[in-house]
């Protein structure tokens, strides 16, 4: 983690710890570097990133400002996280249903940039939250960049593994969403009826390199989830 | 429009008549100054705008790298925009079915920010996309913020009138989701069937000064919608 990374996540322990509300300020930058013992760079591109997560936002001549939904229960989408980190408040886990190392399908090929026949780790999982099934999610690593899986580590966290054991840098994503009738297959994994709602998140995942290695689908629990985005106008 | 967002635009541009594709390298740093005329500190902003909307990736010792999606007739999923600005590619379309200024209901006033009994603008549409029905909208506007809206104006894309007309600077946005099965009200309106999948998104939209000024609710067509997100690393 970077110093600036570093800085930001001890501005939200700040947050945190003072039960700051929406619109409540924040020391002003001079005051700001003083307390957290940083350089002024370090404190602005903290506070950059503190912006685009949405946790912030900055007045120009007027002040930085706490953002913060009141609404519980929501989680926050956005994918390069693994479920355990956007969740951290929340109890996950997860039921391993198959876990096998397959030759890539064809139709999934071209999702995770591999060539047809590559071998990819399948696994399919319920996972939970606090104790209700949350969706229902099937992912295909390819080995070529994911070396060994095994049951222990996908029965917790996978990114986390990627990233502290395997070293890989998790780059970016692409996530296509849509709403359905769930199939009786993917309604009896969710303990639903066919014909129910669904939503279903397709990601394909990149390192830092640009390189796809994961493609997974997600159908979630219509019941058992809500989403909380927080955007900025990045876009404008 | 800054020096780095037009930069940023006419680079999209290029990308486009170009019809560069997802991993395609963009020229060099210093190539790509001399080429927009522009100063290494714009080209820098304009490139990070860019990382940051999903345009491109850049790659440390590497190269910039095109991000581009090969699926089509999904939408953009962001909220920052109205939807005109995010689907240039499609025929958008209004059908204003309440408009009317009246005091905000009590269960309103807390997510738009506003006292009870506030006024505010009350617009219900329907919105359609290459002739089918995308979407139902329910938006409020405060009146303290949006002294004026008309019918014309209604019509045609809202946000870009608050922009140019009226010189609000629109921030950042709260989104909530959810999937549930659509009222028999809603459904009339979507013509679909009463318990039918709907994905509903509930939006405030802050100016940049912090402000909420619009609250809105929209339930999707759900044969008619499909989203796509290019996230990226910020959050990591």
Not at 63 to 84: A, H, P
Not at 190 to 201: A, N, S, V, W
Request: aromatic share 12%.
């Amino acid at each position: 983690m970077l110093k600036y990374q570093q800085t930001a996540t001890e501005i939200e322990a700040y947050i945190e710890q003072h039960a700051l509300q929406q619109g409540d300020k924040l020391p002003v930058l001079e005051q700001l570097i003083r307390q957290f013992q940083v350089s002024k760079t370090t404190m602005t591109k903290a506070l950059e990133l503190l912006e685009r997560k949405g946790i912030i936002f900055q007045v120009r001549g007027s002040g930085i400002f706490v953002r913060k939904t009141n609404r519980k229960g929501y989680i926050k989408l956005f994918s390069t996280q693994g479920f355990k980190q956007n969740l951290v408040d929340h109890d996950i886990a997860s039921n391993v249903l198959t876990f096998e190392l397959i030759p890539c399908p064809d139709e999934i090929a071209q999702n995770v940039g591999s060539s047809p026949g590559e071998m990819v780790y399948y696994i399919k999982r319920i996972r939970y939250i606090d104790g209700n099934i949350l969706c229902l999610e099937e992912s295909y690593y390819r080995q070529a960049i994911v070396p060994y899986l095994n049951r222990e580590i996908i029965e917790q966290s996978i990114f986390e593994y990627l990233e502290t054991a395997l070293g890989l840098n998790i780059g970016f994503s692409d996530m296509y969403m849509h709403v359905g009738k769930l199939t009786a297959s993917i309604a009896g994994h969710l303990k639903l009826e066919t014909g129910d709602p669904g939503l279903t998140i397709e990601t394909v995942f990149h390192l830092t390199n640009g390189r796809p290695f994961d493609y997974s689908v997600i159908t979630y629990h219509y019941e058992h989830s809500q989403f909380v985005v927080q955007a900025n106008g990045l876009y404008l």
